[in-house]
T-cell receptor, first 114, second 111 residues
Framework: DSGVTQTPKHLITATGQRVTLRCSPR?????VYWYQQSLDQGLQFLIQ???????AKGNILERFSAQQFPDLHSELNLSSLELGDSALYFC?????????????FGPGTRLTVT | GQNIDQPTEMTATEGAIVQINCTYQ??????LFWYQQHAGEAPTFLSY??LDGLEEKGRFSSFLSRSKGYSYLLLKELQMKDSASYLC????????????WGAGTKLIIKP
């Protein structure tokens, strides 16, 4: 158990819909990262927040957005969903904001868009 | 530009030794991570190298040569549970210390 929690574990929804994925980092970690992993693909970095502020952006679509709240939990919002958005979405946390320490990954949310 | 190369898939025998290579071309290298990921599960941290040389942790060791842009992960006394993907990620100064992730190497262990 990494100490990072993600909800829900599974999500099935239809094209065009909007969903929200939630992540709680390990106690004491200030950074939250979001990743997308399609079937048999590598990890695609989406976005990082550090202590409530956006720190870095990766290959995040304009239909996707995220935020980190004062209690440091984070939400990833996916809208106008397409079939290709079906993937595992991981959240990770770390102590600092510059990747000098390892990231701890949550169990992931499996999103299926039908 | 940024580029990280790992073999897509490797096969090894239980009890043997396997070496998984990672070569990189990045702007301002500042460390390399190895993670293990079992199918459908979250990645877990294995090692972090920032200086040249070999770091040993039980059955797993990781090596780095900054001048060659090269790292490897060495797994000894392979067990069936080592069947997983192994991800290499480079910390890049010029990207504000973001991680550049390789596509991963799928390791299959046979009895």
């Amino acid at each position: 158990d990494s100490g990072v929690t993600q909800t829900p574990k599974h999500l099935i929804t239809a094209t065009g819909q909007r969903v929200t994925l939630r992540c709680s980092p390990r106690s004491g970690d200030l950074s939250v990262y979001w990743y997308q992993q399609s079937l048999d693909q590598g990890l695609q970095f989406l976005i990082q927040y550090y202590n409530g502020e956006e720190r870095a952006k990766g290959n995040i679509l304009e239909r996707f957005s995220a935020q980190q709240f004062p209690d440091l939990h984070s939400e990833l919002n996916l809208s106008s969903l397409e079939l290709g958005d079906s993937a595992l979405y991981f959240c990770a946390s770390s102590v600092g904001g510059d990747n000098s320490y390892e990231q701890y990954f949550g169990p992931g949310t499996r999103l299926t868009v039908t | 530009g940024q580029n990280i190369d790992q073999p897509t898939e490797m096969t090894a025998t239980e009890g043997a030794i396997v070496q998984i290579n990672c070569t990189y071309q990045t702007s301002g290298f500042n460390g390399l991570f190895w993670y293990q990921q079992h199918a459908g599960e979250a990645p877990t941290f294995l090692s972090y190298n920032v200086l040249d040389g070999l770091e040993e942790k039980g059955r797993f060791s990781s090596f780095l040569s900054r001048s060659k842009g090269y790292s490897y992960l060495l797994l000894k006394e392979l067990q069936m549970k080592d069947s997983a993907s192994y991800l290499c990620a480079v910390r890049e100064v010029d990207s504000n210390y973001q991680l550049i992730w390789g596509a991963g190497t799928k390791l299959i262990i046979k009895p």
